[in-house]
């Protein structure tokens, strides 16, 4: 049972104290008292050093798009570690990743690979920026993009420190330069009104606005087509570019979730399931944008990129395979599954009576510990002030499920990976109703 004070995961954090401030090198592997350690991972399923097996059902927050070492990108990887791991050189690898990705993103003529979501969105913010020859980035007020000091303004603002919504104005996150939120512009999610006229207002000097269409921090808040129809018009009416961060969203269209919803972005960022596994970013966009800003023939790319890992043809192998794999019969499937586990986690909702409610689209899936939603960083700030019992019950339920076979996101994450069965899902089910009866009766 978790916690166990006597267990292995307790002894190794208590020894990774010592050398790790928070006992990690990523906070999100933390939840209280102490995080599982994982020792080994087979499709679905993820065994800790307790020898305690679950389902795993956040997939390294995505990226793991078949679960763990499908066998075929499992082989992938190890012929291309008995060929070369990282060079000098670029491989061939980079190419066929890239003619992957071009082929399945209508938006996406062009790509360049990073290591990381951040970097794939730092080089976006780059790439608008000396395209377009201008300063201010708009972005979503409590949307996560990674951590560069530009797409992380605003990410997590205290309620204390809000400006007017009207006013556009962000705050620097801890450590970022302080100058950083001077050429932000925040926007409210799904203002229509609100973010047309501050864009107007700020026109001739914006360079993109950046927008992931479905906000993982907002409780899987999706942007609303009227919203990314405005932010394509209004960007292309004022000159500047409009940068879809698809590090998450990938997964939710075919050809990402600009190709589900109809809308063409300038500039894409990726990340996670386009590296099979393995660390991975890209930033990707029209061959105009492009190789107006990357291309170094002739000495004239306008942004430097390097980077000694960017392309590392074992992360190229592994996104091959694993993008390969996920084909359209594969894509449909997976979000069956998705449909599945969140019809079902409504009807136990709705069964129990609980205060929850339950989002996401495709393969992702949420349930949150409060009705009513709201769309904006305040709207839900508002409901965890009028809730105050939300994350001891989320708390609660993360605990059950984690007794009951199956690792979640904390907050009440579920993203679905396609080693995932019916019977999977089922199970998350099932043991999400027992979770919410019993913290109805007082009894988790
Ligand atoms: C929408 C979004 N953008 C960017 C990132 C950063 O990606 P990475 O963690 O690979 O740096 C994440 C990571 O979760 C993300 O969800």
Known sequence: MFPDRGSN???????????????????????????????RGEGAWVTDVDGVKRLD????????????????????????????TAISLPTEAEIELAEIICARMPSVDQIR???????????????????????????IEGAYHGSDDTAAVSTYPHPGRFSPPESGIGIPEPGSAPG???????????????????????????AAVLVDPLVKNLAYQPASIEFL???REETKALGALLIFDEVYSLRLGFGGA???????????????????????????????????????????????????????PLTMAAGVAAMRLFDRPAFERLNRLGDRLRDGLTAVVEATGADAMVRGAASIAGLFHARGGGQT??????????????????????????????????????ILSTAHTEADVDHVIEQAGRALELIKAGKA
Do not use: W
């Open 9 to 39: 995961s307790s002894k190794l954090f208590d020894r990774a104290l010592n050398v790790m401030p928070g006992g990690n090198s990523r906070h999100t592997v933390y939840f209280p008292p102490y995080p599982i350690y994982a020792a």
């Open 57 to 84: 059902f956040i997939n390294n927050y995505s990226s793991l798009i078949h679960g763990h070492c499908h066998p075929e990108v499992t082989a992938a990887i190890a012929r291309q570690a008995g060929l070369l």
């Open 113 to 139: 690979f990073a290591n990381s979501g951040t970097e794939g969105v730092m080089m976006a913010i780059k790439t608008a920026r000396a395209y377009t020859g201008r300063r201010i980035i708009a972005k």
């Open 180 to 206: 950083s939120a001077a050429d932000v512009l925040v926007l409210q999610m799904n203002d229509v009104e609100g973010t047309r006229s501050l864009l107007r207002a700020h026109g001739t000097e914006l």
């Open 229 to 231: 129809t405005m932010l």
């Open 258 to 312: 600009q190709e589900l919803l109809g809308i063409k972005a300038d500039i894409t960022a990726m990340g996670k399931i386009i590296g099979g596994g393995l660390p991975v970013g890209a930033v990707g966009g029209s061959a105009e944008i492009m190789s107006a800003v990357y291309d170094q023939r002739e000495g004239k790319a306008r942004v430097s990129h390097g980077g000694t890992y960017n392309a590392n």
């Open 377 to 414: 960083y305040r709207e839900l700030a508002k409901v965890r002030m009028d809730n105050p019992d939300m994350s001891r019950k989320a708390e609660l339920f993360f605990h059950h499920m984690l007794n009951n076979g199956v690792l979640m996101g904390g907050p009440g994450f579920f």
